[in-house]
């Protein structure tokens, strides 16, 4: 599925709902925050390795919030007329400048990271 | 972009930087709501009107924060062996279902979706 | 209530429960982020002046979702051995310092808060 | 300090500063989970380990990200006429009845917790 796509058939769904005039920017970017609260908290009292053996009953559980946050942000892009794909493309090419590959090993750049 | 190209890209560029042990999922959840919090604070004191009328550097900004939580969301997946796009396209035609489009308008989905 | 007596409380309610060993500061930073998605979540599809004309359903639910977040975030304060008081006396202290109140009206400390 | 001297400063300190166009209900949530989103960030890429044994400056970041967030919260609750600590009690009083101690040990409860 590419993004394009995605933002076509959301924009779709609101219209088809007459849902446009709820999804202004403020509110759009309230409901991103309240859906990754919720996929925040699927993981949030699991240990480190069970994140890393998700039951299928979890991965389903956390795949749908994931989908919500895609979901939101994907619409929220669109009507803000912001092109998620190229920015996303952007940030990339930034980061490349911003974190070099290090020949002994990728510390010194994760400190970057953290800073 | 597809997500599948996407993921791709980000799990060289963590492999590249040997960032595999950083970006286990609790880490990347924080981080993905980290970048989320930074893009609700893009849009924090603008009002309804002001945020669909972006100026051009406050599009840049706003689309540079959409483009981290993305990145995130996306890598997110794939250490947690979840398909983003088949999950998002499951939830999709779920909400096809749970918001079905009435004759007289959206009016009572509305409802729907606010419950 | 002083946060004194709401931080011993939540201890005293965690260790009865046996709880600690789930209160882990990752843990609750992430129940925070959570709870705050639920919050934001009461206030999403409201327009500005709905949100200063709450229901008392609506002022109950908003309630109760802010008080998780306060309980939460005593709680991290607490396992993390920070003095939220103290912390919250000397950043409100900085404040004054950083935006400082002019004679003519706020407008140029308004644009120092958003930069 | 209390929650009520509190919020006596924040409201004087914004109205000095003549912020109260600015403390609308909406953009007080998403500078909450703004601070919130920092907050996390400060602990995204430390272990748990890590996470109880913080340097002084790491302790002093976290702090000073804390008391943003109980520095909006309490704006919030005020602008919203809501009593914080009123809605606190009431929700630690709910708990008290919701996740009882059990004789042998917490694990059912947190059960519950996890629901």
Same mark, same amino acid.
């Given at each position: 599925?590419?993004l394009d796509a995605l933002t076509a058939d959301l924009r779709a769904? @609101?219209?088809?709902?007459?849902?446009?005039? #709820?999804?202004? $920017?403020?509110?759009?970017?309230?409901?991103?925050?309240? /859906?990754?609260?919720?996929? =925040?908290?699927?993981?949030?009292?699991?240990?480190? !390795?069970?994140?890393?053996?998700?039951?299928? @009953?979890?991965? /389903? @559980? =956390?795949?749908?919030?994931?989908? !919500?946050?895609?979901?939101?942000?994907?619409?929220? @892009?669109?009507?803000? !007329?912001?092109?998620? !794909?190229?920015?996303?493309?952007?940030?990339?090419?930034?980061? =490349?400048?911003? #974190? $070099?590959?290090?020949?002994?090993?990728?510390?010194?750049?994760?400190?970057?990271?953290?800073?």
């Amino acid at each position: 599925m590419s993004l394009d796509a995605l933002t076509a058939d959301l924009r779709a769904f @609101a219209a088809e709902r007459g849902w446009e005039k #709820f999804h202004r $920017p403020k509110n759009l970017a309230m409901a991103l925050a309240g /859906e990754v609260g919720e996929l =925040v908290a699927e993981l949030q009292w699991l240990t480190p !390795d069970e994140c890393e053996a998700l039951t299928d @009953a979890q991965r /389903e @559980a =956390v795949g749908a919030e994931m989908a !919500d946050v895609l979901m939101y942000l994907t619409r929220l @892009a669109d009507v803000l !007329d912001i092109d998620l !794909d190229k920015a996303t493309r952007a940030k990339m090419a930034r980061n =490349v400048l911003r #974190f $070099p590959v290090l020949e002994a090993g990728g510390e010194a750049s994760v400190v970057a990271v953290q800073a």
